[in-house]
Nanobody, 117 residues
Framework: QVQLVESGGGLVQPGGSLRLSCVAR????????MAWYRQAPGKQRDLVAA???????NYADSVKGRFTISRDNAQNTVYLQMNSLKSGGTAVYYC???????????WGPGTQVTVSS
């Protein structure tokens, strides 16, 4: 099982960009399906983007065309490039790893993203 640590969050103005990183400590990272979720204050945790071990991607409608998920298996890292950020993007962003469709999910502690002028 992997352990996850996110980084790259911060304060950004509307229209700006951020790149989040999630480093996985453990073995066989390339076998994991990876995803980014976000949770705004008082709201549920929602899927932002997912990237399977075989390269398939899935995005929330609200971020399509603006966010890109990618991974570097040699570095045990998954990224979330966020462009044209909106105020609605303010949330804690969590990295999630899952080993196959029936595996249990492993979560990182999250990184805060605040979109504000």
């Amino acid at each position: 099982q992997v352990q996850l640590v996110e980084s790259g969050g911060g304060l950004v103005q509307p229209g700006g960009s951020l790149r989040l990183s999630c480093v996985a400590r453990g073995s066989h990272f390339w076998l994991y399906d990876m995803a980014w979720y976000r949770q705004a204050p008082g709201k549920q945790r929602d899927l932002v983007a997912a990237l399977s071990s075989d390269g398939n991607t899935n995005y929330a409608d609200s971020v399509k065309g603006r966010f890109t998920i990618s991974r570097d298996n040699a570095q045990n890292t998954v990224y979330l490039q966020m462009n044209s950020l909106k105020s609605g993007g303010t949330a804690v962003y969590y990295c999630c790893a899952k080993l196959g469709p029936f595996g249990s999910a492993t979560w990182g502690p999250g990184t805060q993203v605040t979109v504000s002028s």
